[in-house]
């Protein structure tokens, strides 16, 4: 089994990256989750070093390994409890945690079916599925900071105070949660707490 990989990218996709390894080029996909942190973690020479999954997809005329990246053990453990979901493979969770896996584990753990939803090839009864399966297991994964850099930071900060003040205002978390992330997919040129609860508050009027 090839747990780790390191290699210098050669070429970069949506949902994965080519690696020359001592003259040889592998493919390792990756999800866009992992993806949004991978420029802080290339080496000045243009290397880096990846966490993989392995396994074999076999299709009924071949078989052939794939490998899917990550930076850390975390992400990996969440990816393997997120394809235990009936219907979920390896590829589609790829596809699917294009999130920062601390929100879809926050989302996971609320109920969020929105959310869920709005996570590529997830309709709402794979949504309630991926509920039923994993609600109160991922709550260690909410707790990941892959959030730290990029426009996910400043967004996740955002929604935060922007909460804090509709929980003030005797909302329940999982609906103030519902409508700051639909406000947040509406407009998500939103900069500030106050902008976000503007556009809360624009849907609501309008309702």
Known sequence: MICRVSGKI?????????LDINGICYEVLIPGAVM??????????GSISLITYHYLQVEPSKGFQVLIGFLNEIEKEFFEKFITVSGIGPKAAVR?????ISMIARAIDMSDIPFLKSLPGIGEQRAREIIAKLQGKVGKFGLLQDTGTGAFAGKLGIKDEAMGVLLQLEYKKF????MLDE??????????AEELLNE???QKIKK
């Not at 942190?37 to 020479?45: A, K, R, S, V």
């Open 175 to 178: 609906e103030a949660n519902n």
């Open 10 to 18: 050669v070429e970069k996709k949506e949902y994965s990256v080519v």
């Open 36 to 45: 949004q942190c991978l420029e802080n973690n290339i080496q000045p020479d």
């Open 183 to 192: 406000a947040l997919k509406r407009n998500p040129e939103i900069k500030t």
């Open 200 to 202: 809360v508050y624009k």
């Open 96 to 100: 699917a945690l294009k999130m920062p």
